[in-house]
């Protein structure tokens, strides 16, 4: 399918979807599959933490490490001292390993998309909080991250969502205006930000309801795998 023969319709927030030139993904519960709840309480359970005790100061501590301001033991460390327990060297280096399993497993119906997405001409960006480790991981392991036009990864442009300039950085490599580019990540703050900017922006819960986000937007290039046109999904309202 080629760009140029795509008939685009605008939705009712005046968003032209034949004006976007590039889509930009979120790696983390968009691209990947999100953590299950065992993965969480194998972790708690080396640094001897009830799972919902990990998980919030987990969820809570990242900055600094997704920048890459501090390295892999140094954050654990720090962890460990907010948390008040004691982390040896064979304990944080089974923690990294852990840390980067959790976020591993692909979205089929997504790297589906985006191979979509490729084969109509679109540019695609990678846009991601995310840490050194998971960077070598997910580069040596996931050869379909070579296909974006673009990585912008935290831990190397030290910089991280929400911060405006992380998303102005993303769009200077893509080569396109806010108005040109449409934003999915998982976190309700990241699209706010992106929404800012003057970038069109939809918040993933699922892939089904990103499919009728997307028609409701009158994005040409919808999520593969469903035998529904985008005129007969119950489409909600884009917000």
Same mark, same amino acid.
């Given at each position: ?79 460990? $001292?907010?948390?008040?327990? @004691? !982390?040896?060297?064979?304990?944080? /280096?089974? *923690?990294?390993?852990? =840390?980067? %399993? ?65 998303? $102005?950085?993303?769009?200077? @490599? !893509?080569?396109?205006?806010?108005? /040109?580019? *449409?934003?999915?990540? =998982?976190? %309700? ?51």
């Amino acid at each position: 399918m080629d760009r140029r023969e795509i008939v685009t319709k605008s939705n009712h927030n005046g968003c032209e979807a034949s004006h976007i030139e590039a889509v930009i993904l979120d790696y983390g519960e968009v691209l990947s599959l999100p953590p299950v709840p065992a993965q969480i309480a194998s972790m708690a359970e080396i640094a001897n933490l009830e799972p919902d005790v990990f998980h919030a100061l987990y969820r809570t501590s990242r900055g600094p490490y997704d920048r890459g301001d501090v390295a892999a033991a140094d954050y654990w460390l720090n962890f460990a $001292e907010v948390a008040r327990v @004691r !982390l040896g060297p064979r304990q944080i /280096e089974k *923690l990294r390993s852990l =840390d980067v %399993e959790m976020w591993s497993t692909v979205n089929p119906q997504m790297t589906g998309w985006l191979e979509c997405l490729l084969q109509a001409g679109l540019k695609t960006g990678l846009l991601s909080n995310m840490i050194g480790d998971m960077a070598v991981h997910v580069r040596q392991e996931s050869h379909w991250l070579n296909k974006f036009t673009c990585q912008v990864l935290s831990c190397e442009v030290g910089l991280i969502k929400p911060d405006a300039a992380i998303y $102005e950085h993303c769009l200077a @490599r !893509l080569q396109v205006k806010p108005s /040109e580019a *449409l934003f999915v990540d =998982d976190q %309700e703050i990241n699209v706010q930000s992106a929404r800012a900017l003057g970038i069109t922006s939809i918040r993933f819960q699922s892939a089904e309801q990103l499919h009728q986000e997307l028609a409701a937007l009158g994005f040409p290039v919808l999520l593969p795998g469903s035998d529904r046109n985008a005129s007969d999904l119950s489409i909600h309202s884009h917000k």
